[in-house]
């Protein structure tokens, strides 16, 4: 964990970040409390597309058809 003052914060911001990316946690602190932490962003899940898989799912002819081995519960 890396404190770091507002002023020197503002002079190697880059490098702040380089290495909160790199997963190092970096407070910045004002008046000896920390205020702020710097922390990578998530990347945004995509939602489906409505249509995106179409062609890729296949359903047989006979698919709502009675099965074989239940034809005698059936009559």
Do not use: C, W
Not at 4 to 19: K, P, V, W
Not at 50 to 58: E, H, P, R, V, Y
Not at 68 to 75: I, P, Q, S, V
């Amino acid at each position: 964990m890396q404190q770091i003052t507002l002023d020197e914060a503002s002079q190697h911001l880059s490098d702040l970040i380089e290495a909160a990316l790199s997963g190092e946690e970096i407070f910045i602190i004002k008046d000896n409390q920390p205020v702020v932490k710097l922390t990578p962003v998530s990347p945004v899940k995509r939602r489906p597309q409505f249509g995106s898989a179409k062609g890729l799912i296949t359903i047989s002819d006979d698919f709502d058809e009675p099965l074989e081995d239940f034809k005698e519960y059936m009559e």
